[in-house]
């Protein structure tokens, strides 16, 4: 069993829905999370961090973070069609700069 | 763009070949970690590289190898290549100071016949 399970999609939305994508894990120690955007033949970019539980929204983004249930989400507000990509949940041990482990990557289509 | 930047883009090497992979990050990133990437997988983690000293590494046999240098960039060596080496391999730097998370490079993909 890998320690980060993801949906792998494709989760096909049509323009202007709520993109909701999740994450779970096994290991409890983790303590910071990330949701990374990668596009096709591209490095993945940091979109979300958070410590811990709780929410933290950015713009159109809103992550979630529930220990208890070793949980992460990710909702995407208003989606537009340059968000189709692959979206990967990242967690660490320590610090963010620290060993990052992946989930396997949800792939997103949103059709105009 | 993240300025950390990767060469060569694309590589073909055969099996038992050995490969060099760069990497160049920012003035002022001094940790580094390399990730391979298979196709429709997440990255996985290799090692990671602070002060040219290896600083923690993953599930990698010792025929990856890898070397940072004063000047920012780095090196990931694969020995003995093998079809499965076949990825896109990732370097990931972070700022020394309010250093919250790594920026990525694009990635060079190799492919092993």
């Known amino acids: 069993q890998k320690e980060v399970e993801q949906d792998p999609g494709p989760l096909s939305v049509p323009e202007g829905a709520i993109v909701s994508l999740n994450c779970t ?29 709780g929410n933290k929204e950015d713009g159109r983004f809103t992550a979630q973070v529930d220990k208890s249930s070793k949980y992460i989400s990710l ?22 700069g620290n060993k990052l482990t992946f989930g396997g990557g949800t792939r997103v289509l949103v059709k105009p | 763009e993240t300025g950390v930047t990767q060469s060569p883009t694309h590589l073909i090497k055969t099996r038992g070949q050995q490969v060099t992979l760069r990497c160049s990050s920012q003035s002022g990133h001094n940790t580094v970690s390399w990730y391979q990437q298979a196709l429709g997988q997440g990255p996985q983690f290799i090692f ?15 025929r990856f190898s890898g070397l940072q240098f004063p000047n920012y960039s780095s090196e990931l060596n694969v020995n003995a290549l093998e079809l499965d080496d076949s990825a896109l391999y ?4 972070r700022p020394a100071r309010g250093g919250k998370t790594q ?11």
């Open chain 1, 25 to 53: 894990y096994s290991n409890s120690a983790f303590q910071y999370f990330m949701w990374y955007r990668q596009y096709s033949r591209k490095g993945p970019e940091l979109l979300m961090y958070t410590y811990s539980s």
């Open chain 1, 75 to 96: 909702f995407i507000r208003d989606s537009q069609p340059s968000d189709s990509a692959t979206y990967l949940c990242a967690m660490s041990l320590k610090a963010a």
């Open chain 2, 48 to 62: 990671q590289y602070y002060r040219e000293e290896e600083n923690g590494r993953g599930n990698f046999p010792p």
């Open chain 2, 90 to 93: 990732l370097c990931a730097s």
């Open chain 2, 103 to 113: 920026y990525f490079g694009p990635g060079t993909r190799l492919l092993v016949l």
